[in-house]
């Protein structure tokens, strides 16, 4: 009988390597999300929360601009090779990470910086619940930034999952302007690699809320 795989099945799956080309290497090419690093660079670093970390690339980034971090991924083979990266580049002492599925619980606490990085399944985007956990999650002075794909890849253009805008990203936030102050909502292109290994371009979305001090 078959059974749809849940999240933590497929993403280790996934990580695993098995039939994506990648053998069991990194799936990911161990560098930081451009937007992370365009975004966040110029802030005073804090606590920091990493939602769907996968390998650690942008865990060991904050961890190396000062932040402390909490890193969080429901995928046990990526949480291993991300506490690897982390001992390999020195930072482990700085990243607390959990396997956990955010669909199911969510880490406590409020953090100075919650960052969201492309944290879709391939069957639905980040639900609202989890976005308004991140929300919630980010103490006064704080900055949630949130990255993810606007619109289906070019390899599949009738991908049947539903994947929002910036506007409607903001919109399932549902930010009370009296306590937040949206940066940035807007859609770029990105460059990303095909299943067939060409480049094409992919239209992302990112969001940057400040929730005031």
Not at 50 to 60: I, K, N, R, T, Y
Not at 67 to 96: F, L, M, P, Y
Request: glycine share 10%.
């Amino acid at each position: 009988m078959a059974e749809e795989l849940t999240n933590e099945e497929f993403w280790d799956e996934r990580y695993g390597g098995h039939g994506h080309g990648h053998g069991h290497g990194h799936i990911w090419s161990g560098n930081p999300n451009a937007a992370l690093v365009e975004e966040i660079s110029g802030l005073t670093p804090g606590t920091a929360l990493d939602l769907g970390c996968g390998e650690g690339a942008d865990a060991v980034w904050l961890a190396r601009q000062g932040w402390k971090v909490t890193a969080v991924d429901v995928s046990g083979v990526a949480i291993g090779r991300a506490e690897q990266h982390a001992v390999d580049t020195g930072t482990a002492d700085a990243i607390e990470f959990q396997r956990r599925d955010l669909s199911e619980s969510f880490p406590e606490g409020v953090f100075d910086l919650v960052t969201s990085q492309f944290l879709h399944s391939p069957a639905e985007p980040i639900s609202e619940r989890i976005l308004r956990a991140a929300r919630d999650a980010v103490a006064p002075g704080g900055t949630l930034l949130v990255e993810g794909h606007a619109g289906p890849p070019p390899w599949a253009p009738d991908a049947h999952n539903f994947l929002p805008t910036a506007a409607e990203v903001v919109v399932t936030l549902d930010l009370d302007p009296a306590e937040w102050e949206v940066q940035r909502a807007a859609e770029h292109d990105r460059q990303q690699s095909a299943p067939d290994g060409t480049v094409v371009t992919r239209l992302d979305c990112t969001v940057k809320a400040r929730r005031k001090a």
